[in-house]
């Protein structure tokens, strides 16, 4: 599974310069790890934190004017930072997998002389087949839309077969959006497909209480209104792990006895969940809204083909704070098999760091000046020994030691 070692974030919002794990311009901080979860007072940006990769995934999929303009972000001038008159820039560090070389992408957007939203400069870099020192070539790196890209792979540390010049008609769509659909770019194809999977959960009950007509989705969507479809496709494709998934929720829900599941008579599964008291089962549009999050995410979990990346915002609301413990050791062992995604949670909840290492966790601040940033955990003095002699992450978050006071 590909794995996203960093990334830079410049001039978005109130991330003015902000560097989460490695990147080829700072290799000091070590990689991001497979979970992570930021924390931080309100208003500090984690929302904004995570919005950047949804953001990102936007322009690839829509192009950067419409990204810009989603309803949520109102346009460029205001994702710009306060007072900055440069381009939003980005930088991503990332490995398609563990043994190979790290590939760096580079991506500004700024306004045309027309005030609209385009792409003023791409690069993607690599370092040379075995070359552990130096600066790293550039197989892709375009200016205003003009430059040039290197088709097929390296060969004997030798770029690709054939150096040639590209134009974009279109300053508002990425270079790697469309040279990543030509076989004769594989590695910006394989950025492009990691890119394009990541997905952002901004998880809403009422949503999910839906039941649509009959039918089967391979994957729970961003706001959870498929997830009837998706209960449906899980319970095909994995049938084993579906009722494990019921049973364990089952087990941590006061008051339910079992979660079993029917198929109406129109083709519809539909879950029946039995409680003490209750003569007769009730169904999915009942649940409270926790239960139908712990539901969703421990489902998550089971897909045969998940993300390369997962972002998923304040899990805590709606969750008994005993639960967020056992959540965020599920969501270890998820992003830690061979095939399993890196997941980034944003929270307000000390038990469900409690679950983390210093390694794990990042505190976003803001300071004097209205800008954030961002520092991990273990690098903060005296947490690391702290946790060595058994004191967890939520208990030094109560008292403080993490540098933003109770939650």
Known sequence: MAILEGIRIQNYRSLKDVTFGKTFENQEPDALPRLMAVIGANGVGKSTLLDVFGFIGDCLNDGVEAACDRPHRGGFERLRTLGASGPIQFEIRYRQAEKQRPISYSLHIDLDTKGRATVVYERLRQRRLGKPNGQPYSFLELTHGSGFAWSGEEVNGVEGRERSTVAM?????????????????????QFRSFLSGWYLSYFVPELARAQPMAGAEPHLNRRGDNLAKYLQFI???????????????????????????????????????????????FYQQDMSDGSLKLLAYMLLMEDPDPAPFIGIEEPENGLHHQLLSLLATELQAFALQDRGPQVLVTTHSPNFVDALTPAEVWVLSKGADGYSGLTRSAD????????????????????????????
Do not use: C
């Open 169 to 189: 008609s279109d300053r508002q769509v990425l270079g790697i959006s469309t040279l990543g659909t030509l076989v004769d770019h594989p590695r910006i194809s």
């Open 235 to 281: 319970e095909r494709q994995q049938p084993a792990k579906f009722k494990k998934a019921l049973d364990w929720i089952a087990t941590k829900v006061p008051g339910l006895q079992a979660i079993g599941s029917v198929k109406a008579p129109d083709g519809r599964l539909l879950l029946e969940f039995h409680a003490t008291g209750y003569d007769k089962p």
């Open 380 to 407: 903060l003095p005296g947490v690391q020994a702290l946790f060595d002699e058994g004191i967890l992450m939520g208990s030094q978050w109560y008292s403080n030691h993490l540098g933003i006071g109770n939650p």
